[in-house]
């Protein structure tokens, strides 16, 4: 029997399953096999669908042995973050008061990671209501990060089951959602790519809301060309157009190994690299010099106000009133089971923030964007840390802050903006690097991110003894 990677890529995998050196079901089978042995300490799912998947693992074989040109993801596990829809499923969004919630649609987009052929290995944790960046859930249980297997630390939310379940080799590609950095947040702290897409480029038809202003889901894997992939996915490409991309590096795969000389990446100001782990920015620093190596060009430019400038108010204004505005019937129950600081963060949308305290946050949101632009327009990405500092310990995390200092301005204005692996601290937890651009310039980022992962091998490190 072949020995199998936990740790395959998917694109590896796409190429093993035509060649015949692998085969699905025994793939399928390893894994399941590892989330037997892990799961009780990591807990990355609410719900895994291990006989649904050994069967879809025995269709996908049959696949490979009848069809001249299988869809891309076929045999490939993708995890789905515990918003989106499976007819016939539970999404619970990560609340008590929903565990029995069945879903009555499939969201679009696990439609189209189904209809390329992706077998959906369950449903991971997410902070209740998709509302908070440390990753934790009170009531339904909090993953553990498995880059330290001592510390229960902090896995990054809202999709922190998603990053748990890439990051311990579960599965190759997860789907989070990212309001103010919930794909990136935990992306980076588990080490992985992690893609926030902009609005409006992926369907979010049958996935739970949180803000339908800024709600966007987006791929994480565990490298540029992965999160590439289940991009094309996502967005409804043909799949034997994927498929011939993929195996010529044409199209986007051509796209995104384009040198990067010559473009213009600003970087952080001295007045922004304030609150910053020294080893987080010095990950950083030798990021942006690699990048500069490869003759990208740098610019010391700052944003026309501060990244929090731009979010700490306003978007929560945006995040509360509608937040609250979809789970009211449970925020307003007294008797509901609510994490509190969950319900801290969304009750504002009732008791503080009016109707046209609302509409003048969406009219200055567009401002703010117009501005931005006009500011930015010579620029093709910004390069910031994607987290001020490493995982921290679960017993440290003040759920009054929050970790997405530089992750919600891209929200907030629109932009679209990725995170790659940038190496280990001292004590062997993942920094990340990320690039921001604008909107819909995903391939941009996928470049400039192609480029810095090919010249460093970030992505082959992965937390230790989970083999043992």
């Not at 029997?1 to 089978?29: C, E, T, W």
């Not at 999709?159 to 989070?176: D, K, L, R």
Request: proline letters at 6%; aromatic letters at 6%.
């Amino acid at each position: 029997m072949a020995v199998i990677d936990a740790y395959a890529s998917i694109k590896f995998l796409h190429n093993a399953y035509r060649s015949g050196s692998l085969s699905p079901v025994q793939v399928v089978a390893s894994h399941r096999s590892r989330e037997e042995r892990l799961e009780g300490k990591l807990k990355a799912y609410v719900t895994r669908y291990s006989e649904e998947a050994h069967q879809q693992a025995k269709e996908a074989e049959q696949q490979f042995a009848s069809m001249h040109d299988a869809p891309p993801l076929a045999g490939i596990l993708i995890a789905l973050k515990d918003l989106v829809d499976i007819e016939g499923r539970i999404t619970s969004g990560g609340s008590p008061e929903r565990c029995n919630r069945i879903s009555a649609d499939t969201a679009i987009i696990a439609q189209r990671l189904m209809m390329a052929g992706a077998i959906i290995s369950g449903k991971t944790h997410t902070v209740e209501m998709a509302t908070g960046g440390w990753g934790t859930n009170e009531h339904l249980g909090t993953p553990w990060n498995p880059w330290d297997l001592e510390i229960p630390r902090t896995p990054g939310g809202s999709s922190s089951g998603s990053g748990v379940a890439v990051a311990a080799g579960y599965c190759p590609g997860a789907i989070g959602t990212d309001t103010g950095g919930s794909v990136r947040l935990p992306a980076a702290w588990c080490g992985l790519v992690g893609l926030k897409v902009t609005e409006g480029v992926l369907p979010v038809e049958g996935i739970m809301p949180l803000s339908s202003t800024l709600d966007t889901p987006g791929p994480m894997a565990r490298s540029i060309d992965d999160a590439l992939i289940m991009f094309e996915v996502l967005r409804g490409s043909d799949h034997s157009e994927v498929n011939t991309q993929l195996k010529e590096t044409s199209g986007v795969f051509a796209a995104i190994r384009e040198p990067v000389d010559g473009l213009v990446l600003a970087i952080l100001p001295q007045d922004e690299r304030n609150g910053i782990d020294p080893e987080v920015l010095a990950a950083y620093d030798i990021a942006v010099a690699c990048l500069v190596g490869l003759g990208a060009r740098t610019i010391d430019k700052a944003v026309p106000k501060a990244w929090d400038g731009y979010t700490t108010d306003m978007i929560q204004r945006i995040i509360s009133y509608e937040g609250y505005r979809f789970n009211r019937e449970i925020l307003d129950n007294k008797n509901a089971v609510v994490d509190p600081w969950v319900k801290l963060r969304l009750i504002s949308g009732r008791d503080k923030y009016t109707d046209d305290i609302y509409q003048t946050a969406l009219t200055q949101r567009l401002y703010d964007h117009a501005e931005f632009q006009h500011a930015f327009k010579n620029v093709d990405a910004i390069l910031t840390p994607s987290i001020p500092t490493a995982a921290i310990p679960l017993n440290k995390v003040d759920q009054l802050d929050g970790p997405a200092r530089f992750t919600r301005a891209a929200n907030y204005l629109g932009l679209c903006s990725l995170t790659v692996p940038n190496g280990l601290t001292q004590e062997g937890l993942p920094t990340g690097l990320m690039i921001t651009c604008h909107n819909k310039q995903e391939i941009t980022a996928l470049r400039i991110g192609k480029a810095y992962e090919k010249a460093n091998k970030w992505k082959d490190q992965h937390p230790g003894g989970l083999d043992c």
